[in-house]
């Protein structure tokens, strides 16, 4: 079965910090890879995603992520975060012959002003 | 386009009650899927839909069922209920369900179990 692990469950940053949040899966075929985030009060959105091609992609926001097919990895990272950007976030993936996607725990970000 | 849209946002039931929530995707959308989001366990996968047949199942007992209708409306019906049935419950809709399509997420029913 698929796994994705969110190694951080809680980061607190300043203002105009540099953010990278982890985010490793256990799947052995294709991937497609997602990045979703949750404002206080407010439903899921898509952050990015990736499907095939460069493996560094861009989302909304200022948000990139990395897909690096070693190390099983995708993580999301922006180099100056805001406070607007206090939000969970969730990493998730789907293999290449299911419709279901797996997530992560979650990774809960705090921005102070 | 509207979004995912569910109903009701907000219930409180008792235990052994039985409750039905809808969801109604994206204009186009077939593949409906449902997820469940507690703070200890995050998003767990419940069911999908894809043109009114349940086409991947989660880990959830009986009690746990679904339905698609014709027009793609979505609802799930959770019986017996239990108190750590209490949860976020997240409806996502995508245009076929395949692995390259993206979910798009309802605002969810928060379902109180008391």
């Known amino acids: 079965a698929q796994s994705v692990s969110q190694h951080n469950h809680h980061v607190i940053l300043s203002e105009a910090a540099s953010l990278e949040l982890g985010c490793n899966y256990s799947?052995?075929?294709?991937?497609?890879l997602f990045w979703y985030v949750q404002y206080p009060g407010q439903h899921l959105q898509l952050l990015l995603k990736y499907f095939s091609g460069d493996p560094l992609v861009k989302g909304i926001k200022g948000f990139e992520a990395e897909f690096i097919k070693s190390k099983f990895s995708f993580n999301l990272r922006k180099p100056s975060v805001q406070w607007s950007d206090t939000a969970e976030y969730f990493c998730?993936?789907?293999?290449?012959?299911?419709?279901?996607?797996?997530f992560g725990r979650g990774t809960q970000l705090t921005v102070w002003p | 386009k509207a979004g995912v849209t569910q109903t009701p946002r907000y219930l409180i039931k008792t235990r052994g009650q039985q409750v039905t929530l809808s969801c109604s995707p994206i204009?186009?959308?077939?593949?409906v899927s449902w997820y469940q989001q507690t703070p200890g366990q995050g998003l767990q996968f419940l069911f999908e839909y894809f043109s009114e047949t349940q086409r991947n199942k989660g880990n959830f007992p009986g009690r746990f069922s679904g339905r698609q209708f014709s027009n793609s409306r979505s609802e799930m019906n959770v019986s017996t209920l239990e108190l750590g049935d209490s949860a976020l419950y997240l409806c996502?809709?995508?245009?076929?369900?395949?692995?390259?399509?993206?979910?798009?997420f309802g605002p969810g029913t928060r379902l109180t179990v008391l």
């Open positions: 204009s186009g959308h077939r593949s």
């Open positions: 998730a993936v789907r293999g290449s012959t299911l419709g279901r996607l797996y």
């Open positions: 799947y052995g075929g294709t991937v497609n």
């Open positions: 996502a809709s995508s245009q076929a369900g395949g692995s390259a399509d993206t979910q798009y």
